[in-house]
Nanobody, 118 residues
Framework: QVQLVESGGGLVQAGGSLRLTCAAS????????MGWYRQVPGKQRELVAT?????????NYADSVKGRFTISRDNAKNTVYLQMNDLKPEDTAVYYC??????????WGQGTQVTVSS
């Protein structure tokens, strides 16, 4: 079973930065993409950013984070990062890492809390 371990969450003031890390292990099939999603209580989980693991590593971002967040990958380490700059109180959420293999199977991490104070 794929294991995803997230780290890097915490409390930061508005305008500050955090870097999230997601390390994948026990991967049994080729990975198609990895990404970050977030969820606040009472709302659906939403996409933050994704990156294709193969090739040039195309990325996709939610409009709300474009220009502030950057997703990157280290294929040798099966790790993705989310650099979050200029954080806003509305970025407060639990951030989840997701891995999708080439067969469409998704795996999720346990989540890491990000809290941005105003």
């Amino acid at each position: 079973q794929v294991q995803l371990v997230e780290s890097g969450g915490g409390l930061v003031q508005a305008g500050g930065s955090l870097r999230l890390t997601c390390a994948a292990s026990r991967i049994s099939s080729r990975v198609n993409d990895m990404g970050w999603y977030r969820q606040v209580p009472g709302k659906q989980r939403e996409l933050v950013a994704t990156v294709i693991i193969s090739g040039a590593g195309s990325t996709n971002y939610a409009d709300s984070v474009k220009g502030r967040f950057t997703i990157s990958r280290d294929n040798a380490k099966n790790t993705v990062y989310l650099q979050m700059n200029d954080l806003k109180p509305e970025d407060t959420a639990v951030y989840y890492c997701r891995l999708q293999d080439i067969w469409g199977q998704s795996y999720w991490g346990q989540g890491t809390q990000v809290t941005v104070s105003s």
